[in-house]
């Protein structure tokens, strides 16, 4: 359906004015007319909602060029709500239908075989990364792996996610090369977790052998990938005691937090690891048990402590962590509501947050504040918690945002609310 069509079926759906402007992309008179509806009350949640599919629809089918390529990112987590326009801009050959191409292949909704053949040749690197995505199993492993090496970074990407989908244990050298030697830090990522779910006493064994040349980033990674469950089967697990024994850092403390969740025979020791991290560790170790520790009630007196500490960034982790837990909640909001006040952007993000969860709804007038700053990003989170909040007359003015990815964000926000 061309863009011409999809004004047409919405005209003929009887949409307010609200959604033909905003398909017009004329944003000033967008922006006045949300003013109108906002003042009458006339935008409640599915007025809302359907504003946000006729935005999204027009910056999907508007967008070109690299910009076009990223407003698809965005619109990727909605691609539900906006099959029917992803195939349309899919069908155009550029570079903006190959990123709809790409993300229709992801999502399952794409001929894997046909674009495989149509593409695996490509001269260009945009279709050349569909052809790398489409080429999972094994008939497709000789292709697979001459993709892991081109020169484009987005094919070999593709390349990885497609090994990742169908795990493959010929492919161990190649995984490991990749995850000792790409100088891109998320293929080097995608590597490690294919080897975590091929999960065999080679991969684990591997991965044993990168550690000793890898950075913190992978060395992370590579716990994540022991505690996987095919790897935990075949050796992840007495791995996963070897870093709590000998090794120091943001590794350990995952390690840790893996092995609490786990159960096992480890927990205690794991649990001995995370105490002494939050009574004395450094702040960035404090601040990662906060977020992926298990809850514990050897744990809890040291997060209440915590809430108290000097140190805002771990203090606000902490408060975060007592809100979760019904019987500290009412203390930990109080604690929240001061972080909120903070003059530290990330402090403030962060009490916010645990706020919006708990339907704070006080944060209301100053986030609506916030919907005026000079910074998108702060424009965009404002209102993503005023929708939490339910707040949906307030957050819809970002959808005429002068940010083409504000707008965007925040149609697709609404578009995957339950």
């Not at 480890?266 to 990662?288: F, H, I, M, N, Y």
Request: hydrophobic share 45%.
């Amino acid at each position: 359906m061309s863009m011409f069509g999809a004004l047409w079926l919405l005209s003929a759906c009887g949409p307010s004015e609200l959604n033909r402007t905003a398909l017009q992309g004329d944003l000033p008179t967008l922006q006045h007319e949300l003013q109108q509806a906002r003042t009458a009350g006339k935008l409640g949640e599915s007025e809302t909602r359907s504003l946000a599919l006729a935005v999204a629809r027009r910056e999907l089918m508007s967008s070109k060029g690299d910009e076009g390529v990223e407003r698809v990112r965005e619109l990727r987590p909605c691609l539900n709500a906006l099959a029917s326009d992803f195939d349309e801009r899919a069908s155009r050959g550029d570079a903006v239908a190959a990123a709809a191409t790409l993300a229709l292949l992801e999502a399952g909704r794409a001929d894997r075989d046909a674009l495989f053949d149509q593409y695996a040749s490509s001269a260009d690197p945009m279709w050349r990364a569909v052809a790398a995505r489409a080429a999972v199993g094994a008939e497709r492993k000789e292709q697979r792996t001459r993709y892991y090496l081109d020169g484009d970074l987005r094919v070999r990407r593709s390349a990885f996610y497609a090994a990742l989908e169908a795990p493959d244990e010929t492919e161990l050298a190649a995984l490991l090369e990749a995850g000792r030697l790409d100088p891109d830090p998320l293929v080097r990522s995608v590597a490690i977790r294919a080897l975590g779910a091929i999960g065999s006493v080679r991969a684990v064994t591997s991965l044993r052998d990168l550690w000793a040349t890898a950075d913190d980033a992978s060395r992370q990674g590579i716990v994540d990938a022991w505690a996987t469950t095919p790897a935990l089967e075949h050796g992840g697990r007495a791995e996963l005691g070897w870093v709590l024994d000998t090794q120091q850092g943001m590794p350990r403390v995952i390690a840790a937090a893996r092995l609490v969740a786990l159960a096992g025979p480890e927990k205690t020791q794991a649990l001995g690891v995370l105490e002494r991290t939050l009574q004395a560790g450094p702040s960035d170790e404090q601040r990662l048990a906060l977020l992926i520790a298990p809850k514990d009630a050897r744990l809890s007196a040291l997060v209440e402590g915590l809430a108290q500490a000097n140190d805002e960034d771990v203090a606000v982790l902490a408060a975060a962590a007592l809100a979760r837990d019904p019987a500290k909640r009412s203390q930990a909001r109080q604690s929240l509501l001061g972080f909120a006040q903070s003059k530290r952007l990330w402090v403030a993000r962060q009490a916010r947050a645990a706020l919006v969860v708990l339907g704070e709804q006080s944060l209301a007038a100053a986030l609506k504040t916030e919907l005026s700053s000079t910074r998108p990003e702060q424009r965009r989170q404002a209102a993503i918690d005023l929708l939490r909040l339910g707040r949906y007359a307030d957050a819809a003015t970002a959808l005429a945002d002068s940010a083409a990815a504000v707008r965007t964000q925040i149609a697709c926000e609404l578009l995957t609310r339950g």
